[in-house]
DNA sequence: ACAATCAATAACCATATGGTTATTGTTTGT
DNA sequence: ACAAACAATAACCATATGGTTATTGATTGT
């Protein structure tokens, strides 16, 4: 059963070690699978496989140096999520105002 | 190992039937397990249990009444979700101008 | 009273998932 | 040339997941 992009986006960030993961490349920037296999606190291996699924996901794109991988995130593919809760979520107020707001800083 | 809040509500809505079953009962409001296993197109067995993951990620609120039970979505779990676009997602542009437009839309 | 309906639970199963260690293939520094 | 470093892959493992059928408990209609 061939998975929907939406789906593939949900999972990848099901998982608290791969959503730490991207948090990191969203903060940081640029990184290697070394440096990232230092913050995640599990093995290099745990860390590639988390990383293939997240690009599945179209959540980080990798790029070759050398003998080392730099992985960043491509928020972009948030948009199958942010799509889906404007679609579903957006019936609720609230925490949408506080939403507003991060647009209008946008804004300047 | 306990799990977070935001990580009950991403799991919880990674899985693509799961996730069908909050959709409609966000489109159709309240319904029954029975009327929700009609629509699933999986067993009874099967809705209960997804229910049960929906209702630990307080997506959903169920009413007994005799002897059938009535779910109902509770869409302000979902601000977990936006919580953590906003804190991750919102570097990026584009598509959170279309959801400007739909909080424009709801300022009417 | 009793058959039927509804929903939860139990018991089970196959597969997916998230982790590990070991290995391999490149690339780099000396 | 060669040892070390980096990252991917392989092989493996325990547990979680999503599904099934069977059963149970409660409620309802006749």
Redesign the pocket.
């Known amino acids: 059963m061939r998975q929907a992009p939406t789906t593939h986006v949900f999972?990848a960030l099901?998982?608290?070690?791969?959503r730490g993961i991207f948090e990191e490349l969203i903060r940081q920037g640029e990184?290697?699978?070394?440096?990232?296999?230092r913050y995640?606190?599990?093995?290099?291996?745990?860390?590639?496989?988390?990383?293939?699924?997240l690009k599945r996901a179209k959540l980080v794109r990798?790029r070759?140096?050398?003998?080392?991988?730099?992985?960043c995130a491509q928020p972009a593919a948030l948009g199958a999520m942010v799509d889906w809760l404007r679609d579903y979520g957006a019936f609720w107020r609230e925490r949408f105002d506080r939403l507003e707001e991060v647009l209008e800083r946008m804004e300047e």
């Not at 099901?14 to 791969?18: E, F, I, L, N, Q």
């Not at 995640?40 to 699924?53: D, F, R, Y």
């Open positions: 999972r099901a998982d608290p070690t791969r990184q290697t699978v070394h440096a990232l296999t995640a606190g599990v093995s290099q291996p745990a860390v590639s496989k988390h990383l293939t699924v990798h070759r140096e050398g003998r080392e991988t730099h992985y």
